[in-house]
């Protein structure tokens, strides 16, 4: 497993200024790589590591570095991106496709699918309907219910469930535990008791999604729950049933999002965050970490807070908060002050 020095360069879409033989082995950070490695700078507090580091290439934006002896540097416009194309690189030379069905793997008739451009592992289940697009790895102890339809090029890690009906892209990835198309959260009380709400509808995730591990998107009560293109789920999630995700929005870990709201392209929602149901989101709004959303958002710009506000008004809120045990003091230092001027 090894890069050359072209390749190298056209993984990252760089024209070679001089010949190198050395094949590179492998990737790392700048404190830990070795001679046959890769590295990048991606930050500028990791600048003074630059110095030290024994990589034998790093990446660097553009401006004025200097490299250790024995280190090469190459200057791109975004290191961390394309430093993620030498990680793919190298993890696929490390784990190359090698399509197969698992003989521990469960498939009913009427399934769909190419056994030499697919890889099944053991214990998964296809039920009847479902289709298996080439190129895709449904890994061990996957469920895919009946009618479900899976693109090209997905991944689905091992102990993912997908329900009956839903359909995913191409180039989804699905992480460990996640759940997709369980049931909507719905109730209506009945004559003292919660009767459950029949949820019908389906999950629709649109091309290059990726979905953390042990989050869940519900079906929709009726129609769908959207996932738009290339949006990214984080772990432990909850996408309730009717919501509608736009295009290459970011959902961060622990955060949830009640039913049939609807968020615009490039939306970023950061972790722990919560939005309430039935509500709109612009596109490029950002809801910033434990903020609550409460109404809608129809301005882009950075929200905080429960409930979630502009950024500058909810810091000058929380400026004024710090300052009321002061405040407080100083008017009781003013309260005595008047009671003994009045008692004069």
């Known amino acids: 497993m090894s890069l050359s020095w072209q390749q190298l360069h056209a993984l990252i879409g760089v024209t070679p200024d001089e010949a190198v033989s050395t094949l590179y082995t492998g990737i790392g950070a700048l404190d ?77 008739d009427g399934v769909v699918y190419d056994p030499e451009k697919v890889k099944i592992g053991p214990g998964v289940v296809l039920e009847k309907g479902a289709v298996v697009g080439d190129g895709t790895i449904v890994g061990a102890g996957c469920l895919i219910g009946r009618d479900v339809v899976i693109g090209r090029d997905c991944v689905l890690h091992p102990g993912a469930v997908i329900r009956e009906r839903c359909t995913l892209g191409n180039r989804v990835t699905l992480q460990p535990g996640c759940v997709i198309g369980s049931d909507g959260y719905g109730f209506d009380l009945v004559e003292g008791c919660h009767q459950k709400v029949p949820q019908v509808g389906i999950v629709e995730i649109q091309d290059d999604v990726e979905v953390g591990a042990n989050s869940c998107l519900d079906r929709a009560r009726f129609g769908r729950t959207i996932i738009g293109e290339g949006s990214k789920i984080d772990n432990l999630v909850q996408i309730a049933h009717n919501v509608k995700i736009g295009k290459h ?96």
């Open 32 to 108: 830990d790589a070795g001679a046959l490695d890769v590295s990048f700078l991606g930050n500028p507090r990791y600048e003074p590591q630059l110095a030290g580091t024994a990589a034998g290439v790093v990446l660097v934006p553009a401006g004025d570095f200097t490299a250790p002896a024995g280190c090469r540097l190459i200057t791109v416009e975004n290191p961390s991106g394309e430093f993620s194309k030498l990680i793919d690189y190298f993890q696929q030379q490390a784990n190359p496709f090698i399509p197969g069905v698992s003989p521990g793997a469960h498939i009913e």
């Open 249 to 344: 929005c970011l959902v961060v870990a622990q955060s949830g999002i009640a039913g049939s709201s609807k968020l615009g392209d490039y939306v970023t929602i950061a972790a722990q965050a919560g939005v309430a149901g039935h509500l709109d989101l612009a596109d490029q709004a950002i809801l910033a970490a434990q903020g609550g959303l409460l109404k809608n958002i129809t301005n882009p710009g950075v929200y905080m807070g429960t409930p979630a506000r502009p950024m500058k008004a909810e810091q000058r809120k929380m400026a004024t908060v710090a300052r009321l045990p002061k405040m407080r003091e100083e008017l009781r230092e003013l309260k005595k002050k008047l009671e003994q001027h009045l008692s004069e």
